[in-house]
């Protein structure tokens, strides 16, 4: 799977699983029903960005999440998927020192195509 997952990460990660599968039984998501977000800053430890991490642009603006780190789902993931294949649905993202963009960390790209819009 993912190459941060430790004992915490993994525990998030299964509960992403559970929670996203819950809301897609119970008929409360739509197909590709919006998006799901942790802080997971306490959690995973990532060694320095390489210099090859190329910034993705995006309006943040809020200082108090400079270089914190987020698991979040891609675009056009639909939550009954996630537990089926969570390394193709999810990406370890890290918001930029000055809070105007992100570096995707970990996951399938593919998935990020849009994330910020």
Not at 79 to 98: G, N, T, Y
Not at 99 to 108: A, E, L
């Amino acid at each position: 799977m993912f190459f941060f997952i430790n004992k915490s990460s993994g525990r998030i990660i299964e509960e992403i699983m559970d929670v996203s599968n819950w809301l897609w039984e119970k008929g409360w998501a739509e197909r590709n029903a919006g998006n799901i977000s942790v802080d997971v800053t306490d959690i995973i430890t990532i060694k320095k960005r390489t210099k090859k991490s190329n910034k993705i642009p995006m309006k943040i603006g809020e200082p108090i999440l400079a270089n914190r780190l987020f698991l979040v789902t891609g675009t056009g993931v639909r939550l009954r998927d996630i537990k089926r294949e969570p390394q193709k649905c999810l990406l370890l993202v890290q918001i930029s020192e000055k809070v105007d963009g992100y570096y995707i960390i970990d996951g399938n790209k593919k998935t990020a195509q849009h994330l910020n819009s």
